[in-house]
C-alpha cells in the first residue's frame, strides 16, 4: 500500500528553523514527483514546493523563495523541506503529496500532514 507519513512540524520561534520530512512506504519516491503544499486556518490550500525526479527540477512558492529548500535521499525514500527565518504567517498543516507529473496541483497521493506553528 502506497503511504506518505511527514513529520517534524512543531512549534518555533519567529526567525527559527524547522525540517520536515516525508517518508515514503509501499513505493519508490524517485518515481515521483514530490510536492509539499500547506492549509493555514480559514484559508485555501496552498502549494509550496516541488521537486521532479531531477534533483534539479524544483519550484518554490514565492512566499517562500530563498528561505525554504526541498530535497530528497533517494535512499531513505525520503523528501526533506527545510525552513529557515520562518513567519507567523508560515503557520500552517503542512502535507506532502506524490505525483508521475510534475508541479500538479491535484496530486494523486497525500499524507496526513504535519502542524507547524510559528509564534512567540
Known amino acids: 500500500q502506497l503511504q506518505l507519513v511527514e513529520s517534524g512540524g512543531g512549534l518555533v520561534q519567529p526567525g527559527g528553523s524547522l525540517r520536515l520530512s516525508c517518508a515514503a512506504s509501499g513505493f519508490r519516491l524517485r518515481d515521483y514527483s514530490i510536492n509539499w503544499f500547506r492549509q493555514a486556518p480559514g484559508k485555501g490550500r496552498e502549494g509550496v514546493s516541488c521537486?521532479?525526479?531531477?534533483?534539479?527540477?524544483?519550484q518554490y512558492a514565492d512566499s517562500v523563495k530563498g528561505r525554504f529548500t526541498i530535497s530528497r535521499d533517494n535512499a531513505k525514500n525520503t523528501v526533506y523541506l527545510q525552513m529557515n527565518s520562518l513567519k507567523p504567517e508560515d503557520t500552517a498543516v503542512y502535507y506532502c503529496?506524490?505525483?508521475?507529473?510534475?508541479?500538479?496541483?491535484?496530486?494523486?497521493?497525500w499524507g496526513q500532514g504535519t502542524q507547524v506553528t510559528v509564534s512567540s
Open positions: 521537486i521532479g525526479e531531477s534533483d534539479d527540477n524544483t
Open positions: 503529496a506524490a505525483d508521475r507529473a510534475f508541479g500538479t496541483r491535484v496530486p494523486a497521493y
